[in-house]
């Protein structure tokens, strides 16, 4: 689990593959802690983003096991 605090003020969060190709996409809805289930997700690096009418900022995160 993958949990994202401070979500106030942004609309939308999206998880990429490292070739750019969408995850995951999700409405944020005013929810101020968000938790995205990774689990199923393969090794690898992947990027999620958080994005609002005016700007978008990207985290890299990387699976291994």
Avoid: C
Wanted: no cysteine.
């Amino acid at each position: 689990i993958f949990t994202i605090a401070h979500t106030t003020g942004w609309q939308s969060i999206q998880v990429t593959d490292a070739t750019g190709r969408t995850l995951q996409e999700l409405n944020i809805d005013g929810r101020e802690v968000l938790e995205l289930d990774l689990h199923s997700f393969p090794t690898g690096m992947y990027l999620v983003i958080l994005k609002n009418d005016n700007r978008s900022i990207t985290q890299r995160i990387v699976i291994s096991r």
